[in-house]
């Protein structure tokens, strides 16, 4: 039952994934992204990482999504896409995601991700912490972000205010 | 042995779906009442109480009988009439968006109550326990969150796909304004899971049945109700209850629909169960919002008395506490349905600026603030910090 | 068999937890599909016998207020909604990167609020660079 599930869930991913590359339309390419990130955080669950599942839709469903649909609605001409440069886009997003995965099966198959926890630091992989149980998930990217990787929490503190004021900053002229 | 937890549980999810489904079109009669008794009008009293008044009386009516009863039946009027209207779909929209977007009105919504706990938890034998709640996840209200994210794009993209100004104008609005009171109502609710030490709403329930630090400076029991978060997180509350009514894009928030200017907002070129959905999905959201203000401030299914009632060894007794703690939590949850008509027949509408103002201003700092202070309350004592869980702890046991 | 690599941790446990779950959404999907599908079924199928002119003009036209429709519905909007986006995704953000400490907060002890602290007070005042800039305002 739950591998069906499972299954179910990864063909939606995919399908949405390759409808969000090939529709013709900006918008219906939006609604498949969300679609897709809706399959990413279930197969989050599948990996028992329910705390990143959740954050997968707060973040990318709920804030990145809106963001999208905006710059769509703001800018005018770009819902329809004509199909002069097509082949040649997608000729680089094609190499581009072979990349990507050639890149992600180098990592997973030599990083510690794959194996069973054998390192001393259980903050190794904050990732990993979070699908090694929930409640431990929870708890333990608390941990591992107040103890070991406090400097980095920090700093993203310093990065999100830069950003806000670089946001600012562009279209000052038209808030002024 | 272990089927049967299963039935118990399809049982439990079956009459949680039909229960709130069920509850939709009479929260609508309630609203037109409500709004009659307002503005001082009878509001709908025809279909019901059928008949010339003579006829009623002759059944026993008293005159005044159609006043208040008569249009009881206007629900199920409501729902034949939206089921048999034509569902046309405009000549310039976007077919797939436009058919798809009530979808996604009304399933956020009605997907919150996956985690919300109706009732406490009945033992049937030793072993057997069914908790009155879809699903207790481990992530316990960040499904809530994650789920209420999803909530704006029923309304962008069915301003979208309809191709029509007004409903274009309603669903950029929508989004907008979803987005800036989710801030800081994620802010309200990290102070909760703060204050309880949890994130599953369950044992936020049980925490409040327990009793425990009141503002974290003295201690009280949870035989009477100062162990509702009401009182341990006040700010909180009101908060929470204002952005309540903004993600619902309720008066006065309901910029993404306000006739006045807008026609009907982002529902506006639908027509029967199309926007029979996003008028359901509207209802629903109200009373998730309930259901959560209800589950973490107004102890969810607790009320005072309960301990003695499920001291009893009786099953019959057991089952008559768990029935009242569920009628205790529907008159919660529905309590926050009326305030939210109440105010919708009250207050004037915000301007879109003060709109912004209120959130960006006025939320977002004060939960912030609140989220703090929390944190700095009940922040552990130097020595040693696994004094105060067990408290809770036995507290947890002993309501099971 | 092979999809034992592919999920990693082991599959999802099957417990009634996951099950009340996973039928509660299946239901939900099912009626809101099977209501929309119904009603669109019926007008198609049933719509012409009913007296549903398609013929007649004016009525698939998007609405506005029975004038003549002016200029597309596609318009560009305010760079103000995209700003408020923008902010939205940065302080959700920081909620996300707060949600861990909120869960283990009682174990972090002093340090952890004070560190958290620390995060909170740069935001703030980002918060108040926003305001102040009037970035948010709609006159």
Redesign the interface.
């Given at each position: 039952m739950a591998t069906l599930i499972f299954w179910l869930v990864v063909l939606v991913t995919v399908a949405s994934a390759i409808a969000v590359v090939t529709a013709r339309n900006i918008l219906h390419a939006a609604f498949s992204l969300c679609l897709t990130f809706l399959g990413v955080a279930a197969t989050y669950i599948f990996l028992h990482a329910d705390f990143v599942a959740a954050v997968q839709l707060i973040v990318y469903v709920g804030g990145i999504l809106v963001l999208i649909m905006f710059a769509i609605m703001f800018s005018s001409n770009v819902v329809e896409d004509t199909a002069e440069g097509r082949r040649g886009l997608l000729a680089l997003g094609a190499g581009a995601a072979g990349m990507a995965a050639v890149f992600a099966a180098v990592l997973l198959l030599t990083s510690r991700l794959a194996e069973p926890l054998k390192t001393a630091n259980p903050c190794a992989n904050v990732a990993y912490a979070a699908t090694v149980s929930v409640e431990a998930g929870q708890t333990g990217i608390g941990h591992c972000l107040m103890g070991p990787y406090l400097l980095p929490f920090e700093v993203v503190s310093v990065l999100l205010l830069a950003a806000l004021i670089g946001a600012v900053v562009i279209v000052r002229k038209e808030v002024r | 042995m272990g089927w049967e937890?299963?039935v118990?549980?399809?049982v439990?999810?079956?009459l949680?779906?039909g229960g709130v489904?069920s509850v939709v079109p009479f929260l609508v009669f309630f609203e037109r009442k409500i709004s009659a008794f307002i503005q001082d009008r009878v509001g709908p009293n025809r279909v019901g109480l059928a008949g010339p008044d003579s006829l009623l009386e002759a059944f026993g009516f008293r005159k005044g009988t159609r006043r208040v009863l008569g249009g009881w039946l206007q629900p199920l009027a409501d729902v034949i009439k939206l089921?048999t209207?034509?569902?046309?779909?405009?000549?310039?929209a976007?077919r797939?968006?436009y058919?798809?977007a009530?979808?996604f009105a009304?399933?956020p919504p009605?997907?919150a109550?996956?985690v919300i706990p109706v009732g406490q938890d009945i033992v049937v034998s030793s072993g057997v326990l069914v908790?009155l709640?879809?699903?207790?996840?481990?992530?316990g209200i960040?499904?809530v969150?994650?789920?209420?994210?999803?909530s704006?794009?029923g309304l962008?993209?069915g301003g979208?796909?309809?191709?029509?100004?007004?409903p274009?104008l309603g669903g950029?609005r929508a989004?907008?304004q979803m987005?800036?009171y989710?801030?800081g109502m994620?802010?309200v609710i990290?102070?909760l899971?703060?204050s309880y030490?949890s994130?599953s709403l369950r044992d936020m329930v049980s925490r409040q049945a327990a009793g425990g630090t009141l503002l974290g400076i003295w201690d009280c029991d949870g035989d009477w109700i100062w162990g509702w978060g009401l009182f341990h997180q006040p700010l909180a509350f009101v908060l929470f209850a204002i952005c309540a009514l903004a993600e619902n894009n309720r008066l006065p928030f309901d910029l993404p629909e306000c006739e006045s200017e807008l026609?009907g907002g982002y529902h506006?070129?639908y027509s029967?169960?199309?926007f029979?959905?996003f008028f359901q999905g509207e209802y629903i959201a109200m009373m998730a919002m309930g259901g959560l203000l209800a589950t973490m401030f107004l102890g969810g299914w607790h009320y005072p008395g309960y301990a003695w009632l499920n001291a009893s060894d009786s099953l019959l007794v057991h089952l008559l506490a768990a029935l009242i703690g569920l009628a205790v939590f529907g008159v919660k949850m529905l309590g926050f349905v009326f305030f939210a008509m109440w105010v919708r027949w009250t207050l004037p509408r915000f301007r879109?600026?003060q709109l912004?103002?209120v959130g960006?201003?006025g939320i977002?700092?004060l939960a912030?603030a609140n989220?703090?202070l929390t944190?700095?309350l009940?922040?552990?004592a130097?020595a040693p910090?696994h004094e105060?869980?067990d408290r809770n702890l036995t507290a947890v046991t002993r309501d099971r | 068999m092979a999809m034992r690599g592919l999920t990693m941790g082991g599959a999802l446990d099957f417990t009634p937890e996951v099950f009340g779950a996973v039928l509660y959404i299946v239901l939900a999907v099912a009626m809101a599909v099977a209501v929309l599908g119904l009603v669109q079924i019926a007008t198609r199928c049933f719509g012409k016998r009913l007296g549903i002119d398609a013929t007649k003009r004016g009525k698939y036209e998007p609405y506005e207020c029975g004038v003549p429709l002016l200029g597309s519905a596609r318009e560009r909007y305010a760079i103000r909604f995209y700003l408020v986006a923008l902010f939205f995704v940065l302080f959700d953000i920081e909620v996300v990167f707060l949600l861990p400490y909120a869960v283990a907060y009682k174990t972090l002890g002093r340090e952890g609020f004070f560190e958290v602290l620390a995060f909170v007070a740069v935001l703030a005042v980002g918060l108040l660079y926003i305001l102040k800039r009037r970035a948010l305002e709609w006159d």
């Open positions: - | 937890l299963y118990l549980k399809a439990a999810v079956l949680i779906f489904l089921f209207k034509e569902a046309l779909i405009p000549a310039h976007d797939p968006l058919l798809l009530p979808l009304v399933l009605l997907l109550f996956v908790k709640q879809v699903a207790d996840l481990h992530v960040l499904f969150l994650a789920v209420a994210s999803l704006a794009y962008a993209f979208w796909a309809s191709n029509s100004k007004f274009l950029v989004m907008a987005v800036s989710e801030v994620v802010l990290l102070a899971v703060m030490d994130v026609v506006t070129e029967s169960m199309g029979g959905m879109w600026d912004m103002r960006w201003k977002i700092p912030l989220l703090v944190a700095a009940n922040l552990p130097p910090a105060k869980p | -």
